[in-house]
T-cell receptor
Framework: GESVGLHLPTLSVQEGDNSIINCAYS??????FIWYKQESGKGPQFIID?????DKRQGQRVTVLLNKTVKHLSLQIAATQPGDSAVYFC????????????FGKGTRLSVIA | SAVISQKPSRDICQRGTSLTIQCQVD?????MFWYRQQPGQSLTLIAT?????????ESGFVIDKFPISRPNLTFSTLTVSNMSPEDSSIYLC???????????FGDGTRLSIL
């Protein structure tokens, strides 16, 4: 399946605050999830990933939470900076690899300086 | 991570013409993927390109409109044929190194049809 949204939801946060971006995925068989950041004029850039055998994974200033029961992902960004302004997509996949990604609708993060 | 280069980065084309988009990966990969992203929207899979076999197309995309080549393990092309204004979009290719590895994307080709 595919997810296509007509209008991207927007999240506005003050610089320095924490951001939480949510995503629902569709396939309960998916076992690998990825968050991407897309800046204007660029392709999606990998941020962080998580396997289904985990419910939390931390990176530098970012944390991904996975709730398989309700098929929900969230991306938390600590101390949000102006450079974090972008569109964020979650994508579901299979850990075995070599399969296409199914993208969520995307959220536009706007950081207010 | 795989480095993916796409060209052209953008083009403005006349209705009825065709454009071929190239995607180069800096290492050998089994699968490459082509996506379309319409303005303000998410990414939609067009097709999966496996070296040595015909591309597999998603519902709503056909080979006559979007022929794909995959001549080797580092390169693929997508052609947008007989273009109409509805084909104005961003076209992106991606590839991953396999199990447990995230796919990486090129910066896309921004296509406008007049």
């Amino acid at each position: 399946g595919e997810s296509v949204g007509l209008h991207l939801p927007t999240l506005s946060v003050q610089e320095g605050d924490n951001s939480i971006i949510n995503c629902a995925y569709s396939n309960s068989a998916s076992d690998y999830f990825i968050w991407y950041k897309q800046e204007s004029g660029k392709g999606p850039q990998f941020i962080i990933d998580i396997r289904s055998n985990m419910d939390k994974r931390q990176g530098q200033r970012v944390t991904v939470l996975l709730n398989k029961t309700v098929k929900h992902l969230s991306l938390q960004i600590a101390a949000t900076q102006p450079g974090d302004s972008a569109v964020y997509f979650c994508a579901e996949n299979f850990f075995s690899g070599n399969t296409p990604l199914v993208f969520g609708k995307g959220t536009r993060l706007s950081v207010i300086a | 991570s795989a480095v993916i280069s796409q060209k052209p980065s953008r083009d403005i084309c006349q209705r009825g013409t065709s454009l071929t988009i190239q995607c180069q990966v800096d290492s050998q990969v089994t699968m490459m993927f082509w996506y379309r992203q319409q303005p303000g929207q998410s990414l939609t899979l067009i097709a999966t390109a496996n070296q040595g076999s015909e591309a597999t197309y998603e519902s709503g995309f056909v080979i006559d409109k979007f022929p794909i080549s995959r001549p080797n393990l580092t390169f693929s092309t997508l052609t947008v044929s007989n273009m109409s204004p509805e084909d104005s979009s961003i076209y992106l290719c991606s590839a991953g190194r396999g199990q447990g590895q995230p796919q990486h994307f090129g910066d896309g080709t921004r296509l406008s049809i007049l």
